[in-house]
Every structure is written in structure tokens, then in C-alpha cells.
């Protein structure tokens, strides 16, 4: 049955698929209380197509990387595949839950998910339940943790997107990684315009979303030149050296009109994915990952203008 799935969800553009077995999951993980009979975590990685990411490198188009690496993927692409891949399931007479990120859901009662509109999350929901898709991710052998909490692939690095689909059907364990790719350069954290991620990794959500929507200026094409001329802070925005706090962090969100959102709220990536372009290039030109392109991603200097930052 192992086959028949793999071959349906590479039909639906999957490129990475692995089975965690229930038992590498604590009897206390969310997935037990989704779908108490799951055996097995189905995890399907999808590959960002590199060159989604060049408009958000070069500072030319930002909205299709948005469209087409962001919102198509998480809305149809792998939606339609883990459909897919539970009808498959289901026929040879199995349960199967499938499970997407929530985007515009949050436990939480006061963060926030840079890539949707802050104002369109709802929050506090803590009965809706939703599993720790990194962790599973690993513990279904898709890739490792990066120190900024991407997930690593030995084919595409970091660009890649990831979902779920829990069964009761007992599934063939991949094999998770020992980690090899993350050598903890740092180049994650330093390529951040805001300042989000600390030297440990961790990202603040409401610092990422106020510099992955274009606060830093050296970063952003469509900032006018009297961007935030009521804070008394404004030039330290711009720099990419104010901390915010939540309340700070909405106010200067409410002030960022410089380019249109997708649809189903999703937020432009001005800071170009720094973190993950950088750490990209870092493992392309380590010469580590499998996936290999015929010229390398980065084609010139990052923009001298960045060199302020
Ligand atoms: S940039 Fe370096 S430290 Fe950051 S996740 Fe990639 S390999 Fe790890
Ligand atoms: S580079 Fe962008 S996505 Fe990454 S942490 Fe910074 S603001 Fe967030």
C-alpha cells in the first residue's frame, strides 16, 4: 500500500514523502487527540521552485513568490494532495485526517504569523487543535531543524512546504536525519533586515512581521520617502533596529501601504525570506544539497545598499 501512496502523492507534486510511526510521537501530542487511532503520520514535502524566489532576491516582483510560492501552495497545492492521498486511504478502508497549517488560527492570545495580515488571525483558539508541524516534519524523516526552525531537505535546503495526513494504517518508518546540514554559520540570523531572530535561533513573531512587510527601507523598493513620519522612531525603523512590542508592532503594520496583499490575507515578503535565501545559498555553495542547478542561485552581490543594515 506503501507504493500506491507515494505514487499518488508524487502525482500531486509531492517531492519528499515519509511515514513516522506513532510510537516516535508522546501519547500527549496533539495528534492523539486529532485522531486518537493514528498509526501512522504521513508527512509530504512540496518543493518551492527555486526560481519562485528570484523576484524576492533581485527586489524585481515580489507578488509571485507570494501567489505562487506561498498562497498556491498552501491554499491548492498540497491541499489537493493530501486529498488525494486520504482518498487513497480511505479506499483500501482506512481513517485518514489530513492536516494544513492553520494560518489565520493561533492558540496563542497575543502573536502573530507574519505571513497573514495580523489583523485576520484569530486568536486565544487553544480547543482548536493543531499539531507541531516542524516536529513531525522531522520525525516523518522530511528534513532537520535549521537553527532559525526551518526545515532543512537534503534536496532544496529550506524552500520547501510541508503537510500531513494522519491514518490508521500501519506504514514502512522513514528514516529521520541525523542532522547534517545546519552547521550553525549564523547566516540565517545575520541576513534578517529586522533583527528577528536571536543568536539562538528563536524568531519574534511580531519582530518578523513588521520587516517581512517592508519596514526596513534598504530592503524596500516601494517605501515613500515620508514612510512613517508620525513615529518619533521612524529612522530607526527604517534601519531595522527598532524592537517592537506587539502594541508598537501593529501601529507600524497599520502604517505599511506599499504593496497589495494576496488573497486569504497573505502579506507580501518584502524582506525577501533573507533567512532562507541565505541559508540557501550557504548550503548551495557548500555543494551539500542533492538538487542541482546548472548556475547558482545567487547571481551578483546582495544590494550594496544592504550593506548599511
Ligand atoms: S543559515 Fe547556517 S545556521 Fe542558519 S539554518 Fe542555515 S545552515 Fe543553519
Ligand atoms: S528574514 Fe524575513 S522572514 Fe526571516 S525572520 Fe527576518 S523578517 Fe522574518
Redesign the pocket.
Known sequence: MENKIISTAKKCEADIIGFAPAERFDRDNNIFKLLPETKTVIGLAFRIPRGAYRGIEEGSTYYQYTTMAVENMEETIMPMAQLRVACELEEQGYLALPQRRHQQIMAQENSTNPEVAYDSIYRGMDKELQMDFLDAAVKCGLGEK???G?L?TDEFGPMVSYCFVLTDAKLPPAEVYRPH????????IAACPGGAIDNDGNVDPWQCAVYYNGANGTKNPFMPPDAFKEFDNRLEIIAGKAKVTPETARKILDNIYFYPSAQHAYQCSICGRACDI??YV??EEKGVLTKKFKTPFRKREKCPAKKCQ
Open positions: 535549521g537553527l532559525h526551518a532543512l546540514l545546519c552547521d550553525g554559520c549564523g547566516k540565517c541565505d541559508c550557504h548550503l
